[in-house]
């Protein structure tokens, strides 16, 4: 199990958090695309590290040109020694229309052809591919070597796709190399009965197999030591499912869990801008029907039964002694000697 550690805030401290993360131990770092943008701090960690993977979580598609995030990263994958991951992520249609000043169309194809003309102008550098590529959103037929960057020794960058719905998670299946289901809100019957069976089926129209995609480790789960520490946690989760829960995008999982009418309560306070409100009003027992819980030490046990189908997986232990430190660190090393098949249960190809 590759073990992934999340950076964030201002860019300015991504260096350090990343020389951080290398020297612990873990496998990949990753940050997130909220009030910074994330090709900047990918590029800061990039200058401080050697080893360790470089994972955007997400960047935001739609807003960028297919081939200016094309450019940025194939920059990127060289001057890290080939180490970086875009994963790409297509935020709301109220955020592309109304935060971004963009555009908005159905998501799923389009995110193909958005994978698709990155690809083709990759290869274009990297092959000397004539550009043909002619789709409904976007359209790629001209490269002059002006502009051509030329070959580079790392081969492509990897392509992570964020997805909640079955539309996305089918061309997951069929254009990504990491499958990145949205941690912010999601559950395990959900991932088992909506999102990995349409991926399933993407890879099963591309004639791919399980062996060509990654896919992280994701599901609300309440990590603890001591019993009386589980509900304390649960309620920590309200913020998150508040916030994820008032978009309809989201609903489906909740409505997977009987939840729909919390969704419906959610984003009717977020219209009316009461967002301190949105937190008291998820239930304790709401976050107990979607989260899952382990104590720290039995984590590897906990993914060899009940993630069998990921290899990437991130969390972060609490540390406030060096016996805390020590023991973090072990229970890190004992998360990457975990090996998973990379198969969902039932999902054979």
């Known amino acids: 199990m ?12 991504a260096g350090e958090a990343a020389k951080r993360a290398e020297d612990e131990g873990y496998d990949i770092v990753s940050c997130g695309e909220l009030a910074h943008d ?21 960047t935001i598609a739609f807003p960028r040109s297919p081939m200016v995030l094309a450019m940025e990263a194939w920059d990127l994958h060289h001057y890290s020694g080939g180490r970086f991951s875009l994963g790409l992520g297509t935020q709301v249609k109220g955020h592309n229309e109304r935060r971004f000043g963009g555009t908005w169309s159905a998501p799923a194809p389009r995110m193909r052809e958005y994978i698709d003309m990155m690809r083709a102008a990759w290869d274009s550098w990297q092959n000397g591919t004539e550009p043909s590529f002619v789709g409904q959103s976007y359209r790629y037929t001209l490269m002059t070597p002006n502009f051509n960057p030329g070959p580079i020794e790392m081969g492509y960058p990897k392509v992570g796709l964020a997805m909640v719905g079955p539309g996305m998670a089918r061309v997951g299946g069929e254009r990504a190399d990491v499958i990145m289901p949205h941690g912010g809100i999601m559950s395990d019957k959900y991932m088992r009965e909506v999102l990995l069976p349409s991926v399933r089926a993407g890879l099963k129209s591309a004639g791919r197999t399980w062996s060509d995609v990654e896919i992280v480790a994701t599901g609300y789960l309440v990590l603890y030591d001591e019993d009386r520490e589980i509900e304390e946690r649960m309620l920590a989760m309200r913020q998150a499912l508040s916030f994820y829960g008032s978009t309809r995008t989201y609903h489906k999982v909740l409505q997977l869990h009987g939840l729909g009418e919390l969704g419906d309560k959610l984003h009717a306070l977020s219209l009316q801008g009461r967002w301190d409100e949105m937190r008291e009003a998820v239930p304790l027992e709401a976050v107990a029907e979607l989260a899952q819980t382990c104590r720290y030490d039995d984590l590897p046990e906990f993914l060899t039964a ?13 540390v406030r002694t060096e016996e805390d430190r020590e023991r973090a660190a072990d229970l890190r090393r004992r998360v990457q000697q975990v090996t998973t098949t990379g198969i969902p249960r039932g999902l054979d190809l």
């Open 306 to 318: 009940e993630r069998e189908y990921a290899s990437r997986f991130g969390f972060v232990m609490p």
């Open 2 to 13: 590759r073990l992934m550690a999340g950076i964030g805030g201002w860019p300015k401290a």
């Open 38 to 58: 994330s090709i900047v701090t990918m590029a800061m960690a990039a200058a401080t590290t050697q080893r360790i993977e470089l994972q955007t979580a997400v």
